[in-house]
T-cell receptor, first 113, second 116 residues
């Protein structure tokens, strides 16, 4: 079975500050890992994905994440927060066979001016 | 390309009724997955269809069912609605073949179902 834990359901950052969202996973098979963002009243948008290539993954909107197998982590970072980054972020895992995503509980990001 | 579309966007039903939600995937995508999003349980996988066949299934009761048509459009049905079925239902499409996966799923805006 696979599971995802996101540490912190709410994160508050100042505009221009580092954004760090934590994600730890559990998987009995090589994992495929994803970060999605959800804006109010919208669906999910894929930020980035890890599918066993480079461990440092760059995504859209300046976000990146690093896969650390030894720590079973896939934390999401952005060097400088922008007001438009205010949204809810979800980490997800799937196995190599299938499109079944298991999501973490989500982290809501508030950006203060 | 047009994105994933879901209809209707909002729906209000009464307990005991049944409901059908529709999803049109991105053109050329043959895989359609459905997810339920609630404040209490978060995002949960319902099922995935590929070429009109259910390929994966989540842990939901049999009241939740789906199907996929030859044009890849998909519907999900919930029978005998309960208050706890109130949720945002998200559909996602992806490319790939019967033996491979693209691992990129594109989500629609969702259908907000309220059961009273």
């Amino acid at each position: 079975a696979q599971s995802v834990t996101q540490l912190g359901s709410h994160v508050s950052v100042s505009e221009g500050a580092l954004v760090l969202l934590r994600c730890n996973y559990s998987s009995s098979v090589p994992p495929y890992l994803f970060w999605y963002v959800q804006y109010p009243n919208q669906g999910l948008q894929l930020l980035l994905k890890y599918t066993s290539a480079a461990t440092l993954v760059k995504g859209i909107n300046g976000f990146e994440a690093e896969f650390k197998k030894s720590e079973t982590s896939f934390h999401l970072t952005k060097p400088s927060a922008h007001m438009s980054d205010a949204a809810e972020y979800f980490c997800a895992v799937s196995g190599p066979a299938g499109n079944k995503l298991t999501f973490g509980g989500g982290t809501r990001v508030l950006v203060k001016p | 390309k047009a994105g994933v579309t879901q209809t209707p966007r909002y729906l209000i039903k009464t307990r005991g009724q049944q409901v059908t939600l529709s999803c049109s995937p991105i053109s050329g995508h043959r895989s359609v997955s459905w997810y339920q999003q609630t404040p209490g349980q978060g995002l949960q996988f319902l099922f995935e269809y590929f070429s009109e066949t259910q390929r994966n299934k989540g842990n939901f009761p049999g009241r939740f069912s789906g199907r996929q048509f030859s044009n890849s459009r998909s519907e999900m049905n919930v029978s005998t609605l309960e208050l706890g079925d109130s949720a945002l239902y998200l559909c996602a499409s992806s490319s790939g073949t019967s033996g491979s996966y693209s691992y990129e799923q594109y989500f629609g805006p969702g259908t907000r179902l309220t059961v009273t």
